[in-house]
């Protein structure tokens, strides 16, 4: 395929991505192996993707700011605690061999899928200002390591997390997820950008669909409600599906 239908479609792959990442997560399913077919070994797919995960994570949060919701404090308390987690991961992605993280990435994409059917139940109690316990700030670490490492489905991750421990309503579930990702994205991607991990040109690419899908995911979001991020939820495990059976 001529070079240029590549880059094209990279972008739009990246506007599905931001969309997928901002409503649910899953993103990375798809990004991730498609860098790999334009070329690039596994472990500079990895790092690339953390490129346009960045700007997509910040298009996010301007974008939930903008609509009104946003608590700063709270998300940088979260996002805190995943970064010795996310420093831990990345550098074991940075060192290990393309071809088991292939294989790892396999496994991943199977259980992502899965995690797809566990019911996120009706609304328990939301809490408004809820305190982080010992439970939820394990779980941050390993979420932030698991982010560092891989990414592909951290969302889901994230969304059973203060969705479950801090009984946060979706929307505020999604905009404290955007949050936290973008801050343990940034030593993570240093530590990329340091191992020379990165293809500028198709980060660059994949990051201005990334943003643009996030902006738009995250108006929606707060505009629409929890009946659009459910529906979303389950576009996202058809689009999975079928990624696993081969349909593209």
């Known amino acids: 395929m001529d070079q240029d239908w590549l880059y094209l479609l990279l972008f739009l792959f990246g506007v599905l991505a931001g969309i997928l990442n901002v409503f649910a997560g899953g993103g990375s399913s798809i990004t991730l192996p498609l860098l790999i077919f334009m070329g690039l070994d596994a472990g500079t797919a990895n ?5 346009a995960i960045f700007f997509q994570n910040i ?11 946003s608590d700063f404090g709270l998300s940088l308390k979260l996002s ?16 290990i061999n393309d071809d088991l993280f292939e294989k790892i990435l396999g496994i991943v994409l199977i259980f992502v899928v899965l995690s797809f059917f566990i019911p996120f139940g009706k609304n328990q109690e939301k809490e408004t200002n809820p305190k982080i316990g010992l439970l939820p700030a394990l779980s941050m670490f390993g979420i932030g390591f698991y982010g560092g ?14 969705r479950f421990l801090m009984r946060f309503d979706l929307i505020h579930v ?28 198709s980060g660059l690419v994949l990051a201005s669909g990334n943003a643009l899908g996030a902006w738009w995911a995250a108006r929606m ?4 409600g929890e009946k659009l991020i459910k ?13 696993l059976l081969g349909v593209f």
């Open 231 to 243: 529906n979303m939820l389950a576009a996202a495990i058809v689009i999975m599906a079928a990624k």
């Open 174 to 201: 999604n905009m404290h997820k955007v949050f936290v990702v973008f801050i343990y994205t940034v030593p993570s991607m240093l530590i990329f950008i340091f191992a020379g991990k990165i293809h500028y040109v």
């Open 221 to 224: 979001t707060v505009r629409k």
């Open 59 to 69: 298009s996010a949060v301007a974008s939930f700011k903008k609509e009104k919701i």
């Open 149 to 162: 490492f891989i990414q592909v489905g951290v969302g889901f991750l994230l969304m059973a997390a203060l």
């Open 47 to 51: 790092g690339t993707n953390r490129l």
């Open 80 to 95: 805190l605690l995943t970064l010795p987690g996310a420093i831990a991961g990345t550098f074991l992605a940075v060192k």
